[in-house]
């Protein structure tokens, strides 16, 4: 284990002179070419040239006094998020070398801000994966065992913090996208409230579930890129109303003045070597002073299927626009449209996706929509209210993930236990509340993350307790590799 530079530190050090922001430019490239061939944390990596002229740019605004919010720092950017100046490909052979004709609203406050995007992260194809081993560019490697996976499906934006190809990361979150991966890497990453983060831009798998996070090495970082990227947007019709929240200069919870419950139901599972690190955090915040306690979540044990039922059911709808017309292949011949269609997609999609829209097809279809789709909706409605009765007097605590991460090729074969990984996340997408997922501990030199949910709009809650944890585990900027 080796220790780098949080966002936050690096941008003190920009303003204070310590450190130029070229040099540090050429660090982390460094870092990339080192680590890349290992990893394969980017489908897309930013020309050389393109990122030291951007550092200099930087520098330059330093030394004026004109520095912006993120000035000088590298920013990986999930490929399902849309860049006009690099391809956006969503791991998919069907988009690849789309460049759109637009940023994503993100992109464009994130490049306002000052940062620097240096590529774009590898992932499970169309995020529809919990290992990023579905991607049509080959699979993302845990830098801190190149024989596991980093989680899914923003495992490629997880894996470059991990090893100190990026400063900060963007990532998408469906089920437990972005905190999955941020769990088994030791990263840390935030679901926000649904509708806070525009998703003007973002491919989408499943709309009413999904959001546009921050992923970062340390909880201060997230809560700085959340204010850069958090905030209402015209574009965006699930957008809430509220200016972006100011997070990045709290102070940690005081002990005492936060109470966690660990409900039975998002523990009941957990492997042994998860269990006791998870467990052992929460003797610790329990001797330092905060309240721990017990509670029930009877619909936790639900929210899985529906889960399930809900994003393949919107999978299949939103992938019905690629039938090799509107983004063409140039290996398909035109010709009859139903045979150019089936051809497109049998060469554009891979396997995960193709199961995932023949599933959700099925689940709308006519004489079994009322049995599983709308019965799912109903789950989710329980979910949600419980969680947000729980979540007014308490945090909500749980494993990130349910097991250590996986090796490669161990769960990708039984679709239900894949699909299982996602079960203490999928919690907080269907209840459309914020999560927070960051390092708990190490077992046997494998990360293990621990969750925290609050109320809508309460991610000042999560930052200030994750803040705490934070000083307590010492687990802040840490990275793969010898220190």
Known sequence: ???????SELLEEFRNGSLDPVDHAERVLGEIERWEAKVNAYITIEARE????????AEERYRRGEARPLEGVLVAVKDNISTSFMPTTAASRMLEGYVPPFNATVVDRLLEAGAIVVGKANMDEFA???????SAFGPVRNPWDLERVPGGSSGGSAACLAYGGCDLSLGSDTGGSIRLPAAYTATVGLKPTYGLVSRYGLIPYGNSLEQIGPMARSVRDVALLLEVIGGWDPKDATSLRVKPPRLSALEPAEP????????????EGAEEPVAKVFWRLMERLDSEGFEVEEARLPSASKALPAYYTIALAEAASNLARYDGGLYPRGDVEPGDYWRHVAEARARGFGWEVKKRIVLGSY????????EYYVAATKVRRLVRDEVLRLARRCVIASPAAPILPPRLGERITDPLLLYAMDVYTVVANLAGVPALAMPAGFHHGLPVGVQFMAGKLEEDRLVRLGLFVEELTGLRGVA????
Do not use: H
Request: proline content about 4%; hydrophobic content about 40%.
């Open 1 to 7: 284990m080796r220790k780098l530079p949080t966002a």
């Open 128 to 134: 529809m994966g919990s290992t990023s081993e579905f």
């Open 363 to 370: 689940v709308l279809s006519e004489g079994y929509r009322d």
């Open 480 to 483: 793969a590799g010898e220190g």
């Open 50 to 57: 393109a990122v030291i002229a951007q550092a200099e740019e």
């Open 256 to 267: 005492g003045s936060l109470r966690l419950c660990v409900p039975r139901e998002m523990v």
